[in-house]
Structure formats: C-alpha cells, structure tokens
C-alpha cells in the first residue's frame, strides 16, 4: 500500500542506519533497472526470480603450446529471488553461483557468497510523482578456502560486508508510475569489515590493517513500452578508507550502462546489457609476486579492471500467477467521455493489479477528468447551438445571446409563423369573391 509520509522522516530513519551501502551490485530480482535501484518496490505477495550473468574477454592474452593466441574471459554468475510481504516491504536473497577469473590453474569459485537484502519502499509525495526508500544489505561468504581478492571483479577479502542506500524515484505518470518514465537515484556509504582478512594469493598471509568503505551512487534512467524498457545507467563508488596497496579493484571508478529489457510474455523478461568503464583506469594496485598478485594476463591489452562487460538476465514473474493472461498496457485504457463507463475503467483498474486505496485515488482522479471533460462538450455544443440559428436571426437584438442556451430556439419559433399562416389565409378570402361574380 502506497502510503504519504512526511520525507524527511524517512531519510532520518534511513540516515540513522546508514553507516554502509552500494550501488554496483544486482542486490534483487525486481523493483530496479540493471545497477540501480527503483524506489517503487512491487505490490504485495510478488514472488520474483531472476539470473544474472556477465562476462569480458581479453584477446591474445596467452601464447599456447602450438603457438596459437588464447583469450582471457571473465565469467560470473548469480540468482535472485524476492518476495513482496507488503506493497512497501521486500526480502530478497541473491546468491554468487559461479565466478571464473582464469587465474593460472585455479579453480572457479561456486556459491562464493549469499547477500541478504531489505527493501522498503512505495513512499510517495509531491502528488505521487517522488517515491522514496531504503535498502539494507549483507554479504555472508560461503565458500571455503579460496582466494576473494581477485582481478575484474568488485573487490572483497571475504568478511561480512553490509550496506544501505538510499533510494529516490521520479516518475512522470503519478496514475500509472511502473508504465511511465522514470529517474532513480541510490546513494549510500559501503563497509566491507576486512580488518585482519587475509588477501594475499597464496599461503603467505597478508592481512588487512583496518576495515575498508567506500560511498557509492547510481542513477538510472528508465523508458518502458510495452514490449521493451529501454535503460541509462551511470554508477560507481569513490573511496573513503581505501584497502591495501596490494588489493585488486581500489582506484575510485565510474561507469556507463546501457541496457534493454524485453518483455514477450506478461511474466518473462529477458534483459541485455553492456557496461563501460568510465573513470578509475590508472592502475593504483601494487603488485607482489610473493603472495601471488599479479596482474591480469592480456598481453598489455587488460587493465586493471574490465573495461567492458556484457550482461544477460532472464527475470520469472512467479506470483501473482499470469502465465497465458494478456494484461492490457493501463495507459491504454480510454478515459473520455464517450468511453463504456467508469465501471469498465475500474475492472481495468482492478486487471492491473493496484491495491485498493491506489485504486480509489486513481479512480477519483479519471472521475474528474472525466466531468472537466463532459464541462468542455457540453460547452462546445452550447456554442454550436447558438451559433446555428445565428443567420436566421439577424434582426434579434444583442440580448438573445445573454439568455441559457435554452431559452435562444423558442425566440426565432414565434417570429417565423406569422409570415407563413398569414398570407394563406388572405389568399383565400379573395378566390371565393371572384367566382360569386362570374
């Protein structure tokens, strides 16, 4: 249930919570662009899941025993699923299934860690036009032993990280905002807790001297259609306690992201995506052949993070149960006066699927569309009415005009009968003499 609460309640609840967050992480199945987060979460009793998976390739990175050049690729890949408990209330659980950095003759990480995720949402001002939220985070790690600062990846030494953002959405329909255009923003501060983690590559230890964190933003640009929604991205994060020199990804980093989320079915989307890196290439990492940091291998064509990476996602609408139905787009619904009634606009107001209070203020808002508009015919025909007979009676005096449109016909009705009765009645009394006299 979309609710009005004063913003600046919620930012101090949000603020007082707000020692960690992150915007570069896919942290929930719905409710977000590809990085970035919508302050409008989905309505009660939603049951989304979604996979992830992105990857970049370096070419002629390797010389093989033939002499042939090999590539270098970077492949990662994590599920998601949420579930709506309230229409401003969503738990999600995300999982790193698979990540493969091709280090010399490691093997791939599977189910490297699980973050947990709460999303509170749906609060509206400024005539339901602003939305505003908050997201709460933590990364639990699940492998054993294994080696987490790694090369093209965000970085990590294995401790339990947390966060919060901020969330801010704008949306230009406040009747249908999930249909219209819409600009989020995610801000926050992220805190990887590493202190005394080990990060080296080997087994020379090299552990962290203090915990690491880092602000990060996000904003997103949305344009939804009925078979796509096309996305803008710009995120990253900048620094505040930078981890070690010997750590991979801690230059401070921006990036672009362009994406697209097709839409065949009601409940399946497919999403692509390509990211670009913006800011942070010079390499700040200081490397040590003593605990296995190296630089990635690419023949002097990597850097030190990827400077590319392309994304593809397929999103599952679970619940509420859709599968075969055709939900028609809500802005196709026509709200004019020679439309089949408001109970039909309320049956489609229902099919889309808003909660009760939604739907009333919604209902209330067509209402008076509606009556400005039946106000506007009923004055255009007013002024047809009159302008009509306006030839007929040239010699009426300017007062006519003044009266309701009513009383304006019955004026000219009384003057046009007497020239036509009159002269029959005349022509008649004149026959009958003449023929007395023959």
Same mark, same amino acid.
């Given at each position: 249930m979309v609710k009005r609460i004063p913003i600046l309640t919620v930012l101090s609840l949000i603020l007082l919570a707000s020692e960690v967050a992150t915007a570069q992480h896919v942290y929930t199945a719905s409710g977000r662009l590809i990085r970035t987060q919508e302050a409008l979460t989905p309505k009660s009793?939603?049951? @989304? #899941? #979604? @996979?992830?998976?992105?990857?970049?390739v370096v070419t002629g990175a390797y010389t093989g025993s033939l002499g042939n050049s090999v590539s270098h690729s970077l492949v990662r890949n994590s599920m998601h699923i949420d579930y709506s408990f309230?229409?401003? =209330?969503l738990f999600a659980i995300n999982a790193l299934v698979y990540q493969d950095i091709h280090h010399r003759d490691k093997a791939s990480n599977f189910f490297e860690n699980i973050t947990l995720a709460a999303k509170v949402g749906g609060f509206s001002f400024a005539n339901d036009q602003l939305y505003v939220g908050g997201m709460l985070t933590f990364m639990i790690p699940t492998a054993g032993e294994q080696f987490y600062n790694a090369y093209g990846v965000p970085y990590s030494a294995g401790g339990t990280e947390t966060g919060v953002n901020v969330l801010l959405s704008y949306y230009a329909d406040n009747l249908f905002p999930k249909e219209s255009f819409n600009a989020n923003l995610n801000i926050g501060i992220y805190n990887y807790f590493d202190d005394g983690k080990n990060i080296s590559n080997n087994k020379n230890p090299l552990n962290v001297v203090g915990n690491s964190t880092s602000f990060n933003y996000s904003l997103g640009l949305k344009y939804p259609t009925n078979v796509v929604d096309l996305m803008l991205e710009f995120w990253g994060?900048?620094?505040l306690t930078q981890p070690p020199f010997q750590a991979y990804t801690r230059e401070n980093m921006s990036f672009i992201t362009a994406g697209l989320r097709m839409k065949p079915v009601d409940y399946l989307s497919v999403l692509l995506g390509y990211d670009y890196q913006l800011g942070g290439k010079?390499?700040?990492t200081r490397y040590d052949a003593r605990f296995d940091i190296l630089p990635r291998p690419g023949g002097g064509k990597a850097t030190n993070y990827t400077q590319w990476r392309? *994304? =593809?996602?397929?999103?599952v609408n679970i619940l509420p149960m859709t599968f075969g139905s055709t939900t028609a787009d809500p802005r196709s619904v026509d =709200?004019?006066?020679?439309?089949?009634g408001a109970d039909v606009i309320i049956r489609r107001?229902?099919? *889309?699927?808003e909660d009760k209070e939604v739907t009333s203020r919604k209902i209330q808002e067509i209402q008076r569309r509606r009556q400005d508009i039946d106000k506007n015919l009923q004055q255009l025909r007013q002024i047809l009415k009159i302008s009509e007979p306006a030839p007929t009676s040239s010699a009426v005096p300017l007062p006519a005009p003044?009266?309701?449109? @009513?009383?304006a016909p019955p004026a000219p009705t009384p003057a046009q009968e007497p020239p036509k009765e009159e002269p029959k009645k005349e022509e008649a009394p004149k026959k009958k003499p003449v023929r007395k006299r023959k």
């Open positions: 009793k939603s049951l @989304t #899941y #979604y @996979t992830h998976s992105d990857f970049n309230t229409n401003n =209330f994060w900048a620094w010079d390499d700040e392309l *994304i =593809f996602g397929v999103q =709200f004019s006066a020679e439309s089949q107001l229902e099919d *889309i699927g003044s009266p309701a449109p @009513t009383a």
